[in-house]
Nanobody, 124 residues
Framework: VQLQASGGGLVQAGGSLRLSCAAS????????MGWFRQAPGKEREFVAA????????HYPDSMKGRFTISRDNVGNTVYLQMNSLKPEDTAVYYC??????????????????WGQGTLVTVSS
């Protein structure tokens, strides 16, 4: 499976962006999908995960309320809506697919397939 993240860019603090992750090569409709981010000089950070059916979502406490993960299984695409963006949200955002035996909520090590990342820059 190939994952192509897009939608990043430059936005002012308080603004919004919607990231997309298009999967190709095989369907991801039954797979747990997730978003992660990595800021310069920092460790990779979990942002959100969504179950295969799209009925369950999981976020770290720091992301709750501002970020929303969703999916379109017909279109084989996963989204990340980001609102009220802050300069500290600046990072490369990656989408990832968990292996088929993953449970929900997934652990980071469950994600075996990664996209190339899209850069989000939030200016103050």
């Amino acid at each position: 499976v190939q994952l192509q993240a897009s939608g990043g860019g430059l936005v002012q603090a308080g603004g919004s962006l919607r990231l997309s992750c298009a999967a190709s090569g095989r369907t991801v409709s039954r797979s747990i999908m997730g978003w992660f981010r990595q800021a310069p000089g920092k460790e990779r950070e979990f942002v959100a995960a969504i179950s295969g059916s799209g009925t369950r979502m999981h976020y770290p406490d720091s992301m709750k309320g501002r970020f929303t993960i969703s999916r379109d299984n017909v279109g084989n695409t996963v989204y990340l809506q980001m609102n009220s963006l802050k300069p500290e949200d600046t990072a490369v955002y990656y989408c990832a697919k968990a292996h088929s035996d993953s449970r929900f909520p997934p652990m980071e090590f469950d994600f075996l397939f990664w996209g190339q990342g899209t850069l989000v820059t939030v200016s103050s």
